[in-house]
């Protein structure tokens, strides 16, 4: 139990469709952030959020790209019209948890578009 | 933040200590060193972080050169569990700020038996 859940875990999609991925934090922070990972690299920003404002995006953030976090809870990141360039690991962490230090990822969602 | 250089890759045989190292020569004197690691399929976990002291917890020691401009991750009996992609990262501590980490690619412990 990481703290933070992510839903699928797993995606495949056909280039060109529309995908949702979902955070769950378990507890609520005010920070939440998004990564995305490619193969063979380290996580690389992409967005934050404070409560339920967005209040920096990366410029990896295309505008086939948003985020929200309605409530200031969960958060959901939509990519529309998939590239097969946006196959990755989309990772989601709020600051805190276990340790109160450092911060807390999810086991992320594997998107594969073919 | 400060910019790390790690290893690619290193090797380690089980039941000894594994030692990873981290240069970050221009560290300030506000930024935290921290390292977290990466198990195949799953998101970075914490693992510890310090300042200018040597700090120890459950998981790992770190050992920060008196001038701060690197430091060793030692987990002292490693097992096979502990492969995994280990990240140095130095930032400014703060869990309020909004920053957020920037990871490089880190150094890939594989632990053999």
């Known amino acids: 139990d990481t703290g933070v859940s992510q839903n699928p875990r797993h995606k495949i999609t056909k280039r060109g469709q529309n995908v949702t991925f979902r955070c769950d934090p378990i507890?609520?922070?005010?920070?939440l952030y998004w990564y995305r990972q490619t193969l063979g690299q380290g996580p690389e920003f992409l967005t934050y959020f404070q409560n339920e404002a967005q209040l920096e995006k990366s410029r990896l953030l295309s505008d086939r790209f948003s985020a929200e976090r309605p409530k200031g809870s969960f958060s959901t990141l939509e990519i529309q019209r998939t590239e097969q360039g946006d196959s990755a690991m989309y990772l989601c962490?709020?600051?805190?948890?276990?340790?109160?230090?450092?911060?807390?990822f999810g086991s992320g969602t594997r998107l594969t578009v073919v | 933040d400060a910019k790390t250089t790690q290893p690619t890759s290193m090797d380690c045989a089980e039941g000894r200590a594994a030692n990873l190292p981290c240069n970050h020569s221009?560290?300030?004197?506000?930024?935290?060193v921290y390292w977290y690691r990466q198990i195949h399929s799953q998101g970075p976990q914490y693992i510890i972080h310090g300042l200018k002291n040597n700090e120890t917890n459950e998981m790992a020691s770190l050992i920060i050169t008196e001038d701060r401009k690197s430091s060793t991750l030692i987990l002292p009996h490693a097992t096979l569990r502990d492969t995994a992609v280990y990240y140095c990262?130095?930032?400014?501590?703060?869990?309020?700020?909004?920053?957020?980490?920037?990871f490089g690619k880190g150094t890939t412990l594989s632990v053999s038996s």
């Open positions: 962490a709020t600051p805190g948890g276990r340790t109160n230090y450092g911060y807390t």
């Open positions: 990262i130095v930032r400014a501590f703060s869990l309020q700020a909004g920053t957020a980490l920037i």
């Open positions: 507890s609520e922070h005010n920070r």
């Open positions: 221009t560290i300030s004197g506000n930024e935290y």
